[in-house]
C-alpha cells in the first residue's frame, strides 16, 4: 500500500517543492512504494526557477511540480496522508486542515530549512542555497526511505521522523 507523504511550506515554491522532487526521485530508484505531495498554505502559484533548475540539474524530472494549496489534500477525494512533514518555520507554526490519513490523522513532523530564495548574494549565492538545500533535503528522504516504513507503529514512526529532522 502506498505511503503518502505531503511536504508543506507556506508558498509551496521552493523547499517544499524541492523535498516532494527528491523524495519520488528517490523513492522510484529504490523501488519504495512511497509518493510524495507537496503543497503551500498560501501558494505563490509557480515553483521557484532555482528549485526547478537544482532538481533538473540533479537528473530530477520536474514537469509535475505545481505550486498548490494545502486545501487539496484536505479532500474526500485527496491521496489517505501517512505522513505530514512541514519544511518552513512559518508553515509548522499555522494551523493545518485536517488531513486524513488511511487509518485516520497523518504523522506529522517538522523538519525546518532555511529559504534559498531569501539568501543574499544574487543569483549566484541563491542558486548555491538552493543546491546545498536540495542535498539536506535529499538526504533526509534517504533516511526517511531507510525506515520500514509499512511495519511501524505511529509512535515509532513520529519518533523516528523527529530523529531525522534532529541530524
Known sequence: ???????????????????????????????????????????????????IEALQNAGIDTAAL???????????????????????????????????????????????YPDPSSVEGGDAGKRRAFELTRQAIGYRMLQLLALPLESMGREALHAALVAIGRN
Open 1 to 51: 500500500m502506498t505511503v503518502h507523504v505531503l511536504i508543506l511550506c507556506t508558498h509551496n515554491s521552493a523547499r517544499s517543492a524541492l523535498a516532494e522532487g527528491m523524495l519520488n526521485h528517490w523513492a522510484a530508484r529504490l523501488g519504495r512504494d512511497v509518493r510524495a505531495h507537496s503543497a503551500g498554505s498560501a501558494p505563490s502559484g509557480r515553483t521557484h526557477p532555482f528549485a
Open 66 to 112: 505545481r505550486s498548490k494549496s494545502w486545501d487539496e489534500f484536505a479532500t474526500a477525494g485527496a491521496p489517505p496522508l501517512g505522513i505530514v512533514i512541514t519544511v518552513c518555520d512559518s508553515a509548522a507554526a499555522e494551523a493545518c486542515p485536517a488531513f486524513f490519513g488511511g487509518s485516520g490523522q497523518p504523522v506529522k513532523v517538522h523538519w525546518g
